[in-house]
């Protein structure tokens, strides 16, 4: 099929393919496998990891998975990430190991570049998909580094019920909505749990505010900030916390403190050319992965801030894959 126009046509003497994902998590890879069993040959940018984009997205970085069906006694992340892959590249998907670092939505074929070739002719694809995901927001503690995921979290639904977490004692650090969500959450397997907020309030909705503070199980310390985590070399056991007016500092033995300050969507490769909210997640019709350009459909935590599971990002996928088919079948 000769590629798409809309608009002005780009002229390329290099690969031009029906659809590109971008993103190797389980929103892309979900797409690929769908796109690929529907014969678009599609080609995937799982990113590299010298770019800073590590290839499987963010459960490459975590251990056990509980909570993604099909697996009833759990699977290590990087080994889903791995299963993921194979599926795509069983029905026909070419898996490239690079970062796209820059593409133009202005026009139909959509052209983009890999990173380090941003001077050379581009790639065209007719439709793409974003799937580049999204990473927590960290704050850099002392410690921080020795202790993520050895006791910090930044999710409460995927770690929580985790054995090092339960009936113990634990932390959260927030005052929006996210920290009164994972607070009461966690008050579910935690034997306590504190919030600890810069701020003298919440900026939590009522609701949600309203349901932390009649919490038994939950005290929120004001006016608190973490400074240092610490513990044994394995696990976490400590948070050394100070106050912001008094500056006096003192110790909360916790075996878990979870981030609920946000995430960082990873849509600087198309800020300014697709419309995104304020927090930067791209908006996509509800309903649907369709962005703002028709041709360029969003998938995974890149568009969603509310659910971030492997699961919805999976489906997300799998709808921007049956909207291509549908849009290029439509086109034919
Ligand atoms: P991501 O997984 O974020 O993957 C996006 C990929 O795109 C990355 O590989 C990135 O390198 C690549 N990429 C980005 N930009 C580019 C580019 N320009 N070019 C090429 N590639 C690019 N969810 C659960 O359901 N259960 C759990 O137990 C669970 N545990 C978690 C534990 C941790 C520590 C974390 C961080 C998350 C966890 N999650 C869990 C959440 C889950 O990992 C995410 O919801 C899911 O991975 C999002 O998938 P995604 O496909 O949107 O993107």
Same mark, same amino acid.
């Given at each position: 099929?000769?590629?798409?126009?809309?608009?002005?046509?780009?002229?390329?003497?290099?690969?031009?393919?029906?659809?590109?994902?971008?993103?190797?998590?389980?929103?892309?890879?979900?797409?690929?496998?769908?796109?690929?069993?529907?014969?678009?040959?599609?080609?995937?940018?799982?990113?590299?990891?010298?770019?800073?984009?590590?290839?499987?997205?963010?459960?490459?970085t975590?251990?056990?998975?509980?909570? $993604?069906?099909?697996?009833?006694?759990?699977?290590?992340?990087?080994?889903?990430?791995d299963?993921?892959?194979?599926?795509?590249?069983?029905?026909?998907?070419?898996?490239?190991?690079?970062?796209?670092?820059?593409?133009?939505?202005?026009?139909?074929?959509?052209?983009?570049?890999?990173?380090?070739?941003?001077?050379?002719?581009?790639?065209?694809?007719?439709?793409?998909?974003?799937?580049?995901?999204?990473?927590?927001?960290?704050?850099?503690?002392?410690?921080?580094?020795?202790?993520?995921?050895?006791?910090?979290?930044?999710?409460?639904?995927?770690?929580?019920a985790?054995?090092?977490?339960?009936?113990?004692?634990?932390?959260?650090? /927030?005052?929006g909505?996210?920290?009164?969500?994972?607070?009461?959450?966690?008050?579910?397997?935690?034997?306590?749990? $504190?919030?600890?907020?810069?701020?003298?309030?919440?900026?939590?909705?009522?609701?949600?505010?309203?349901?932390?503070?009649?919490?038994?199980?939950?005290?929120?310390l004001?006016?608190?900030?973490?400074?240092?985590?610490?513990?044994? /070399?394995?696990?976490?056991?400590?948070?050394?916390?100070?106050?912001?007016?008094?500056?006096?500092?003192?110790?909360?033995?916790?075996?878990?403190l979870?981030?609920?300050? /946000?995430?960082?969507?990873?849509?600087?490769?198309?800020?300014?050319?697709?419309?995104?909210?304020?927090? /930067?997640?791209?908006?996509?019709?509800?309903?649907?992965t369709?962005?703002?350009?028709?041709?360029?459909?969003?998938?995974?935590?890149?568009?969603d801030?509310?659910?971030?599971?492997?699961?919805?990002?999976?489906?997300?996928?799998?709808?921007?894959?049956?909207?291509?088919?549908?849009?290029?079948s439509?086109?034919?």
């Amino acid at each position: 099929m000769a590629p798409l126009t809309n608009g002005s046509v780009h002229k390329s003497t290099k690969i031009h393919s029906k659809v590109v994902i971008i993103g190797s998590g389980p929103a892309g890879h979900t797409a690929a496998v769908y796109l690929a069993r529907a014969n678009l040959n599609p080609v995937l940018f799982e990113g590299f990891m010298a770019n800073g984009f590590a290839a499987g997205g963010q459960l490459t970085t975590t251990t056990e998975i509980e909570n $993604y069906p099909g697996f009833p006694k759990g699977i290590m992340g990087p080994e889903l990430m791995d299963k993921f892959r194979e599926q795509s590249i069983r029905f026909g998907t070419q898996v490239i190991t690079e970062t796209v670092s820059k593409i133009d939505l202005s026009a139909r074929p959509f052209r983009y570049w890999r990173e380090g070739q941003e001077d050379e002719e581009p790639e065209t694809a007719d439709a793409v998909i974003i799937a580049t995901g999204a990473s927590a927001k960290r704050l850099g503690l002392k410690g921080e580094d020795m202790y993520w995921q050895s006791g910090i979290s930044a999710c409460a639904v995927c770690d929580g019920a985790v054995p090092i977490f339960r009936n113990k004692p634990l932390a959260v650090i /927030g005052g929006g909505d996210s920290a009164a969500e994972e607070a009461t959450y966690l008050t579910k397997y935690g034997s306590h749990v $504190y919030v600890l907020v810069r701020r003298g309030e919440l900026r939590a909705s009522k609701i949600m505010a309203k349901r932390l503070m009649n919490n038994p199980k939950i005290t929120v310390l004001w006016h608190t900030v973490a400074t240092e985590c610490q513990g044994d /070399g394995d696990l976490l056991n400590n948070l050394r916390l100070k106050n912001v007016f008094t500056g006096e500092e003192k110790d909360l033995p916790v075996n878990g403190l979870f981030y609920a300050i /946000g995430h960082e969507p990873a849509t600087a490769l198309v800020r300014n050319q697709l419309h995104t909210d304020e927090e /930067g997640y791209i908006i996509t019709v509800p309903g649907t992965t369709q962005t703002s350009i028709k041709g360029v459909f969003a998938a995974g935590d890149v568009q969603d801030k509310r659910y971030r599971q492997a699961i919805t990002s999976a489906g997300s996928g799998c709808m921007a894959a049956l909207e291509v088919e549908r849009l290029l079948s439509e086109e034919e």
